[in-house]
């Protein structure tokens, strides 16, 4: 308990006030995480102060980095290789943050469970999915993802983990008065839930 007061304190979740131990801003946003790395995340918001910069397809990429999508070795792509824009300087920034407190395990030897494995080769297919106005575009977009050894019912578990994370996030906003980026995430449902995965297609 002691080590982890002591990871908390020195990365500006917790302070000490008159002998007692108060919880930041931060920490406080940290409790409400658990579908990323709750550290990292919370983290992440302060220093974009709450994706400030960032669109909504933008915050749907970095979230697709979360789910459990499997892609064999020889087709898996890196995020360092795509173009520079805002969306690669937010996965950089992500990944520092994730680099940082797995660094932080190791030196520790602690073992809290949190999955750090990210993959990136759900991004630009999520990005086109939420630019797409009509249900061939879509499909155009799930063959493509067939070439990955992507199915369809492994991309629409990704589009639900990408709601549920923005799910988490609209509860920051609440307590925070973040209106800007929860206006972002309101608008997340219908970008990505449309033609088949739709919650009727969800119980097929």
Not at 7 to 23: A, G, M, R, T, Y
Not at 85 to 106: A, C, P, R, S, V
Not at 136 to 153: H, Y
Not at 168 to 187: A, G, P, Q, T, V
Request: hydrophobic letters at 40%; glycine letters at 2%.
């Amino acid at each position: 308990v002691k080590m982890l007061v002591e990871i908390l304190k020195n990365n500006d979740f917790i302070e000490s006030v008159e002998d007692k131990l108060v919880v930041k801003q931060k920490g406080i946003d940290a409790t409400q995480i658990q579908e990323w790395h709750c550290l990292a995340a919370a983290e992440l918001l302060a220093e974009t102060n709450y994706f400030d910069n960032y669109n909504t397809t933008d915050i749907c990429a970095l979230f697709s980095c979360f789910s459990n999508v499997v892609v064999p070795d020889e087709k898996k792509i890196n995020y360092k290789n795509f173009p520079e824009n805002n969306l690669k300087k937010l996965l950089t920034i992500n990944e520092e943050k994730y680099n940082k407190y797995f660094d932080i395990e190791m030196s520790y030897q602690l073992d809290t469970g949190y999955e750090f494995t990210q993959h990136w080769d759900l991004v630009n297919p999520v990005l086109a999915w939420c630019q797409a106005q009509t249900e061939e575009q879509c499909k155009i977009i799930l063959q493509g993802l067939t070439n990955k050894n992507i199915f369809i019912g492994e991309f629409i578990k990704a589009l639900l983990k990408i709601n549920n994370v923005a799910c988490e996030m609209e509860k920051i906003c609440e307590l925070n008065n973040r209106m800007d980026l929860l206006k972002k995430l309101k608008e997340i449902p219908a970008m990505t839930m449309k033609f088949i995965a739709t919650n009727q297609s969800l119980y097929v």
